[in-house]
């Protein structure tokens, strides 16, 4: 079987970089391969501790300068579209700016704009001469012209929400802090600056926000406004999704932006917490006993809550609730007054407020802020208060319900953000006036370009040995893969109890046939027959299976198997997560995992794209870009270049105890760049900056080097995660890294460096005007690309849909250029990125992001399940780390994955 692999000039392990792979003195002359694991290991901790410094022209500027672009790009077919951007027109009037400081101190944002709204409703009309602030709801106030002092106190009392009969009194102090000219900002969007007045582009966002924000029936959260009242839809377990709007001001090329669309949140339902409760377990309260992990959820669930009392007539105070009693409800015995006389909670509230308690074997509320003085509430009394967000991670089937409260059709979509710009008036909104804000009733009209798909390779062998992909897709049918793997020795376990030995038999004969007629090299038979085992025994069943297949080949001299094929259950829990982390780092056994719930009809897509998963796993390769084989890909063709994805993967919201995981993935096949090796680590929880990039990158160089005896001269490199407020510290660290990482190889080693955020979370979305513009499912086509109009004025960026639509709105990804030694220009790194997102090894379809992006993803959610519950670590910094670096240092690294995993694309 031929293969592609042109310019590797074979597999060699040359010294290039061996003089400084192995240890910082200098001392080593092998290569990277002749040092055990554990000096690389140590030599590369050395260097994530080293401090990151600005590159050579960003030293003493203190602040870097993103880059300019380079142009427009040309290539493709213009078609027009429009995106939910509406142009704000300013009337250049003087923005003011003052600190507010509300004394006693709260924490909601909601308190403190009520505080702010009285005051301007007592003295707008005396102190403030006639001015209508808006304000953050923390430190920040603007107005349209000054007030008549720099700094003046006030005092503001409101009705306490928690003891209605109850004045609560405010002093807040006005001290002015400095003042703008809009027509600052009207010269940055023509060009003028280079710097964007962010301040005043804030100070407008929260203008245009501060209508909805004063409405009592709207919950502000960040740019997003939600209400029931806009519609709601039930998730199950005692959860709402409300629907609301996200707005955005955005400066353009064609001026400033309101970015605006449709958006949804899980709310917690406004229910007495009992009936919450029992949603929540799926249990009814008086009949049914609770287990352990009941508790547990309901503990973790609960804590944080607002609620409000229900037994004392119109007395509606309100709680936090802060845990649950130990014991039972029935059983509950408190201090009832200064004397220390106790008494059951039963008998005092049948006593005190004549209410019989129903649910006794449940555990009571703790709620209050003293814990020296808890107060205790069976649940049955307590109502949660409305309008509360849910904060924790949704179940499977409510992620599945908020999918489909979400789904919108294209025009659907459109029409619905038009009716909420509509809605919201901006006409007449009294705040936008004051400030001298027009904003146009009709979204953008942009003339973008339709690139088109790169041809793919096949192998010789088969019928078809090119393919050009058409609206994002294509099949395997008469194609053969370039790469053929091999699995020769493979084995099947159903942890399904509803799969039987003979099903999977029959499985695995389905798939095998369908892997070689793939072009891959499948043996018929399994080594062991193929079992069923439970759940709960997963551990052992794995070892003493993988045990007796290693017995069994004792005939073939140094073999192991290649493949377990995994049958699991629909509902499988951690099942998954566990089994990847035992066969990943305890055995070294490459898994697929396949869904009873895909295998009922083996629907013949699902089982090829299963065959083209285990072909990489097992060291295959599915397709490559022609292009890439003649080296006509844009700038990367021409000289050796690795091309990385990187993410950080953070634990779901109530997970505050588990680090965040980094991961970066980098091309090990030049000029192809279809096969990605990766490598990751824990660090600070949430923290976004890669702490151990320059190990990480390293590492994979030295990997580069030894497969294709070739150092990279250009880095591509495609971060994934990072929002515009973190720019200047990804800029400024992570590619400090990288060049350090470059400089602890050899010395005077400096490839060229690209470095590409690539953004999914954001709310632009882009709508097709005909026929011309539009695929089957009423988006705009696969290859749409944008970076006119609605993208920055003066750096460079761009918006690519690079796939197709299936189910609601596509949404493009938007890619931000923040550096770029190779001097891309428009068409050139348009053209390469939308490439990159071909080369997607887990089916036939063009993905959203470029596939080393989203491989990292895969890469850092796949390591995430090998932390262990709870398991912080305890690894020490040296004296010389500063107090981030000690942090990130104590946290414990993940367990190292066996060598054979390591080396193939596993993650997919």
Not at 188 to 208: C, H, R, S, T
Not at 230 to 237: A, E, N, P, Q, T
Not at 497 to 507: E, G, I, L, S, Y
Not at 786 to 791: E, F, L, M, P
Request: hydrophobic share 35%.
């Amino acid at each position: 079987m031929s293969s592609y692999r042109g310019g590797h000039g074979g597999r060699g392990r040359g010294g290039v970089w061996t003089r400084r792979v192995g240890h910082s003195d200098n001392q080593g002359q092998g290569s990277a391969s002749q040092y055990s694991t554990n000096e690389l290991e140590e030599q590369m901790s050395k260097l994530a501790l080293q401090p990151a410094t600005p590159p050579e022209n960003m030293v003493g500027t203190g602040k870097a300068k993103f880059l300019c672009r380079p142009g427009i790009g040309t290539r493709g077919r213009k078609v027009v579209i429009r995106a939910n951007h509406f142009l704000v027109q300013l009337a250049g009037k003087e923005l003011h700016h003052y600190d507010v400081t509300i004394i006693p101190i709260v924490t909601s944002r909601g308190t403190n704009r009520e505080v702010i709204r009285a005051l301007v409703k007592v003295y707008r009309h005396s102190s403030l001469e006639g001015r209508l602030p808006v304000y953050d709801g923390r430190k920040s106030l603007y107005t349209a012209g000054p007030l008549p002092f720099e700094s003046q106190r006030f005092e503001v009392s409101l009705t306490d929400e928690d003891q209605p009969l109850r004045k609560r009194v405010f002093k807040v102090e006005i001290k002015h802090v400095g003042s703008a000219n809009l027509r600052h900002l009207e010269v940055f969007l023509m060009g003028g600056q280079p710097d964007a007045p962010q301040d005043v582009i804030q100070a407008l966002d929260i203008v245009l926000g501060e209508h909805p924000s004063n409405s009592n029936s709207v919950i502000p959260v960040g740019r997003s406004f939600f209400s029931d009242s806009f519609g709601s839809h039930k998730l199950g377990d005692g959860l709402d999704s409300w629907r609301g709007f996200y707005k955005s001001l955005r400066p353009t090329q064609m001026g400033l932006s309101l970015n605006v669309d449709t958006s949804s949140m899980a709310f917690i339902d406004s229910t007495l917490v009992s009936e919450f409760v029992s949603k929540l377990i799926g249990k009814n309260l008086i009949s049914s006993r609770l287990t352990n992990a009941d508790i547990v959820k309901m503990k973790k669930t609960l804590k944080g809550i607002k609620v409000e009392v229900t037994h004392r007539g119109t007395t509606r105070r309100k709680y936090r609730i802060s845990g649950l009693t130990t014991v039972a409800t029935r059983d509950l015995i408190f201090t009832c007054d200064e004397l220390g006389t106790t008494k059951k909670l039963v008998d005092y509230f049948r006593d005190v407020y004549r209410h019989n308690i129903i649910f006794l074997d449940v555990p009571c509320l703790v709620v209050g802020g003293n814990p020296k003085r808890p107060i205790y509430l069976p649940m049955e009394v307590c109502m949660i208060v409305k309008g509360q967000r849910y904060e924790k991670k949704l179940n499977e089937n409510q992620k599945t319900n908020l999918l489909r409260a979400t789904c919108q059709k294209p025009v659907d979509r459109e029409n619905n953000i038009i009716k909420i710009l509509r809605d919201n008036n901006y006409g007449e909104d009294t705040f936008a006036i004051e400030f001298g804000l027009t904003v146009s009733g009709r979204p953008t009209t942009i003339e973008s370009r339709v690139l088109p798909p790169p041809l793919l390779k096949y192998h010789e062998t088969g019928v078809q040995k090119e393919c050009m992909p058409r609206f994002g897709a294509w099949n395997m049918n008469d194609k053969k893969l370039v790469d053929g793997g091999k699995v020769n020795f493979w084995y099947c376990i159903s942890f399904s109890p509803n799969f039987t030995p003979n099903d999977a038999r029959w499985f695995c004969k389905e798939l095998g046939d369908v892997c070689r007629v793939s072009g891959m090299e499948f043996a018929e038979r399994p080594i062991l027959p193929p079992i069923a085992a439970p759940g709960d025994r997963l551990e052992m069943v794995l070892k003493s299976r993988y045990q007796d297949a290693v017995n069994a080949l004792r005939d073939h001299e140094d073999k192991l198997p290649d493949l377990l094929i995994a049958i699991l259950p629909v509902n499988n829990g951690n099942l998954y997560s566990h089994l990847k982390r035992i066969c990943e780092t305890e055995i070294g056994l490459v898994t697929q995992c396949c869904s009873i719930k895909k295998l009922v009809r083996a629907n013949p897509v699902y089982l090829s794209n299963l065959a083209l998963k285990i072909n990489v796993k097992v060291g295959g390769r599915n397709t490559v870009l022609a292009d890439a084989i003649t080296r006509r890909v844009p700038v990367v063709g021409r000289e050796p270049t690795i091309i990385f994805g990187a993410d950080v993967s953070h634990p779901p919201p109530g997970e505050d105890g588990n680090p965040s995981i980094a991961a970066v993935v980098a091309s090990q096949d030049w000029p192809e760049m279809t096969t990605y090796l990766g490598t990751s680590r824990t660090q600070k929880h949430r923290q976004e900056i890669i702490f151990h990039l320059s190990e990480m990158v390293k590492n994979l160089l030295v990997s580069f080097r030894r497969k294709t005896n070739l150092e990279p001269k250009k880095i591509i490199f495609f971060r994934d995660g990072v929002s515009e407020g973190q720019f200047q510290r990804v800029l400024q660290y992570e590619i400090s890294a990288i060049r350090n990482a470059c400089k602890q190889l050899r010395a005077d080693y400096v490839p060229s460096i690209t470095f590409i955020v690539v953004q999914k979370r954001h709310h632009t979305r882009l709508f097709p005007t005909d026929n011309r513009s539009m695929d089957r499912s009423g988006n705009i086509l696969p290859g749409t690309v944008v970076d006119t109009k609605i993208c920055h004025p003066i750096e460079f960026d761009f918006y690519l849909c690079s796939h197709a639509g299936i189910q609601g709105t596509s949404r493009p990804a938007h890619y931000r250029v923040l550096w770029d030694d190779n001097g891309f220009s428009a068409d050139e790194l348009q053209t390469l990125t939308y490439y990159l997102c071909y080369i997607n090894a887990r089916c036939t379809r063009s993905i959203s992001i470029v596939a080393p992006t989203y491989y990292a993803h895969h890469f850092a959610s796949r390591s995430s399940s090998y932390v262990e519950p709870g398991d912080s670590g305890s690894f020490v910094a040296g004296s010389s780390a500063s107090r981030d670096e000690a942090s990130s240092a104590m946290i414990k690294q993940l367990p190292a994955l066996k060598d054979n995993i390591k080396e193939v694309m596993f993650y997919c």
